[in-house]
């Protein structure tokens, strides 16, 4: 398919940042989303090759306690999640790693589970590491609720009416996943089984593919509880807010090991964003359609950081001082002497380089790709 951009040529091997610029931990840490991320990835695939979601069963009592399997058609298969939920005493409901019980324990599915499956996992996965599993179960993981958010959508939606919009984006999530294991980890299906299939081979898709899943279980799960609670007078939630929800993740700190362990693998992925970055800076022309784009998407960042909220006032500074940097950029590209000089996506890496901080040079690396 032919994109416009240059090949990797000289020039793009010349225009690559130097390792020890992209390297450092302060600018991997403040990375944002690209096209080439993982996420992005997978829902680009389930959009262009039409996946198809079914709800194979979903029985949970009034309260959203019971066993739930929802599955997706792929091209070529089809995966389940499979997700016990129970009720578990406030004073154990943690995320910390010596947690015993958890809001909902789940799997990915390779297939359709059988009736001898779920028991075998009703005994197993609520156990997490100390279950036993088999090449069948493709991911393992957990989740708690947000108790104030998920109460809060479960009685507005009960009393006919959508929750609180404010509330719902400073929390952004009904529940949050404590630990999603992968890889072969506690008997479940090595890296091997799926590594040649097209919608699994890429990294992580199987682990995303999971949340993407739970996700779509959680706005179910409170939208049923809700009927059961107030019958007739329960609407659903509207697309245009549930958009705002997503999953949480209680720490991730399993990508500090991960970072030092796999390095071969962590080249690979910036060495990928790097390469596309250049090819974008060695661009000597634009066109109109091209500006408009990358403006409108200029657009979109600014509100996105707009809504962000944070408790650390460390992190908040930063987004107070990102969003000054976007109003900065937007200024620059409004300057039609600037926009008519050749290598305009490398000028506005440059501007972005000498002026902003690293959380705004890594989000315009982000709107240049």
């Not at 075998?120 to 958010?149: D, I």
């Not at 593919?209 to 739970?214: D, S």
């Not at 060495?271 to 974008?280: G, K």
């Not at 300057?335 to 989000?363: C, N, R, Y």
Request: charged share 25%.
């Amino acid at each position: 398919m032919k994109t416009g951009l240059p090949e990797k040529t000289p020039a793009v091997s010349e225009n690559l940042r130097s390792p020890e610029k992209v390297m450092c931990l302060s600018r991997m840490g403040s990375s944002f989303q690209t096209r080439l991320s993982f996420m992005r990835s997978l829902t680009r695939r389930i959009s262009r090759e039409k996946w198809k979601f079914e709800q194979f069963r979903f029985e949970v009592d009034e309260n959203g306690y019971g066993i739930s399997v929802f599955g997706v058609h792929t091209p070529e298969r089809t995966y389940s999640l499979i997700v016990f939920t129970n009720e578990i005493a406030p004073e154990k409901r943690t995320d910390r790693v010596v947690a015993e019980v958890w809001d909902a324990s789940f799997n990915l599915f390779d297939g359709i589970p059988t009736e001898s499956d779920i028991k075998r996992l009703s005994g197993n996965t609520p156990k997490q590491e100390a279950g036993r599993f088999s090449p069948s179960e493709l991911v393992l993981a957990r989740a708690n609720k947000s108790l104030r958010l998920f109460e809060h959508v479960v009685s507005s939606l009960a009393q006919g009416r959508q929750p609180d919009i404010e509330l719902l984006v400073s929390v952004g999530y009904l529940m949050r996943t404590t630990a999603v294991y992968g890889n072969g980890k506690f008997g479940c299906a090595d890296r091997e089984k799926i590594s040649n299939r097209d919608e699994t081979r890429g990294s992580f898709q199987v682990e995303l593919l999971t949340v993407y899943l739970f996700r779509w279980f959680t706005i179910e799960l409170v939208e049923y509880i809700a009927r059961r609670r107030g019958g007739q007078n329960t609407v659903r939630l509207k697309p245009e807010i549930s958009k705002f929800l997503g999953i949480g993740n209680a720490t991730g700190l399993g990508m500090a090991p991960f970072l030092i362990k796999h390095p071969v693998l962590i080249h690979n992925w910036v060495l990928a964003r790097e390469t596309a970055l250049s090819r974008v800076i060695c661009l000597e022309s634009h066109s109109p359609e091209t500006l408009s784009i990358f403006r409108k998407n200029l657009l979109q960042a600014t509100r996105h950081i707009c809504e962000w909220n944070v408790d650390d006032e460390k992190q908040t500074a930063r987004i107070v001082k990102t969003r000054e940097e976007l109003r900065l950029l937007s200024k620059w590209i409004s300057d039609e002497e600037h926009l008519k000089q050749p290598f305009l996506w490398k000028k506005i890496l440059g501007f972005a380089e000498s002026k902003f901080s690293l959380e705004g040079q890594e989000l315009t690396v982000s709107l240049l790709l």
